[in-house]
């Protein structure tokens, strides 16, 4: 079992549909991470997250350490929405960041 | 400057060249990391530099070559590589050295798409 999974894989709404993306983790945390890569692209950090919520323009993000879980909101999705999400956690143990998997959003016109 | 630099953009290499990538930054981050990429797939780290010093290298070949000659500067020496290393590089860097927790947020670069023929 990967130590950070999220959900799900892949994701296709409409324009201006509110969409959710999940993240859990198995292993203790200092601070977890929202990442956004555009098809060939480098990555840009959106967020990062020790407790609570979060919010930037239509993003918001939301973490529940003793749940170990974490949402990403997109409100009013948009077509340059259209990206990888990356969940990513600092672990308490160990010295770098531990990935998930991503999730692939598509927004259609 | 919140910015990390990566170049080239883009690179194709036969299996005999040897090059070089190359990432800057000038935020006065202290830790500094080279990631590869394939498609479809999450960033997996490769090197990691605290303090201009090398603290991880996980288990690359030694084809790949990390310098850091200062705190701005990271390279990647490239030599002998097979058509499988063909991926992203990544480069980024923290304010921090890893294991700082909240001061460990990674900014990336863009990255240097590497194609081996």
């Known amino acids: 079992k990967n130590e950070v999974e999220q959900s799900p894989q892949n994701l296709t709404a409409q324009e201006g549909e509110f969409i959710t993306i999940n993240c859990s983790y198995s292993v203790g945390i200092s601070a977890l991470h929202w990442l956004q890569q555009h098809p060939g692209g480098g990555i840009v950090s959106l967020f990062m997250?020790?407790?609570g919520k979060k919010k930037h323009g239509r993003l918001i993000a939301t973490i529940n350490i003793q749940e170990k879980h974490s949402s990403l909101h997109i409100t009013a999705s948009h077509p340059r929405d259209s990206a990888v999400y990356i969940c990513?956690?600092?672990?308490?143990?160990?010295?770098?960041?531990?990935f998930g998997p991503g999730t692939r959003l598509s927004v259609l016109p | 400057d919140t910015e990390v630099t990566q170049t080239p953009k883009h690179l194709v290499m036969g299996m005999t060249n040897k090059k070089s990538l190359k990432c800057e930054q000038h935020m006065g981050h202290r830790a500094m990391y080279w990631y590869k990429q394939k498609a479809k797939k999450p960033p997996e780290l490769m090197f990691v530099?605290?303090?201009?010093?090398?603290?991880i290298n996980e288990s690359v070949p030694s084809r790949f070559s990390p310098e850091c000659p200062n705190s701005s500067l990271l390279n990647l020496h490239l030599h002998a590589l097979q058509p499988e290393d063909s991926a992203l590089y990544l480069c980024?860097?923290?304010?921090?050295?890893?294991?700082?927790?909240?001061?460990?947020?990674?900014?990336f670069g863009p990255g240097t798409r590497l194609t081996v023929l």
């Open positions: 530099y605290s303090y201009e010093k090398l603290s």
């Open positions: 997250l020790s407790s």
């Open positions: 990513a956690v600092s672990p308490n143990y160990g010295q770098n960041f531990v």
């Open positions: 980024a860097s923290s304010q921090d050295h890893p294991g700082q927790g909240a001061y460990n947020e990674q900014f």
